[in-house]
């Protein structure tokens, strides 16, 4: 049988050189966190030259970018105005004014196409000239 013997390796040798190699590591690990744990407050821009961004840095850069805010929707060019049914004073009756579409010009004014409007019952019908107006909740008028 093969039998070698290493002098002085004892059980009390072992667990005092496993102890030291654990202080020895430690030691090591923390001095190679320390210049993460000073330069916490680090920003990509206070980086040093030459220095590469670490995932650390970059996963901090992301978090505390502002938030983009997206652009303001463009009002609708032209919109549906469905069929309905009104007084006009200039003609002095009711008038049906049929469906069409308005195209905004400012936000303001609207414009509106020739229409054909005729009495409810569909007799009498009158030409409306198209023209800007305002918008179909702030007239009276076809």
């Given amino acids: 049988m093969l039998q070698s013997r290493i002098e002085g390796a004892t059980l009390g040798n072992m667990i005092r050189i496993a102890r030291r190699f654990i202080r020895v590591g430690l030691l ?3 001095l190679l966190l320390l210049p993460l744990a ?3 407050t ?3 821009q206070s980086r ?3 220095r590469l961004p670490n995932p650390l840095d970059q996963a901090r850069d992301t978090a505390t970018q502002p938030f983009s805010t997206l652009p303001m929707p463009d ?3 032209e919109r549906y105005v469905p069929p309905r049914q009104i007084f006009s004073p200039s003609l ?4 049906l004014v049929p469906g069409h ?3 905004d010009v400012n936000g303001q004014r609207v414009d509106v196409p020739p229409l054909v409007v005729t009495t409810p019952q569909g007799g009498n019908p009158t030409v409306v000239p198209g023209d800007e107006r305002p918008p179909v909740e702030q007239r009276p008028e076809p």
């Fill in 101 to 103: 579409y308005e195209r």
């Fill in 28 to 30: 090591g690990v923390g």
């Fill in 38 to 40: 000073v330069a916490g």
């Fill in 48 to 50: 040093p030259v030459g």
């Fill in 75 to 77: 009002r609708p060019a």
């Fill in 42 to 44: 680090a920003t990509a």
């Fill in 92 to 95: 002095g009756r009711e008038v």
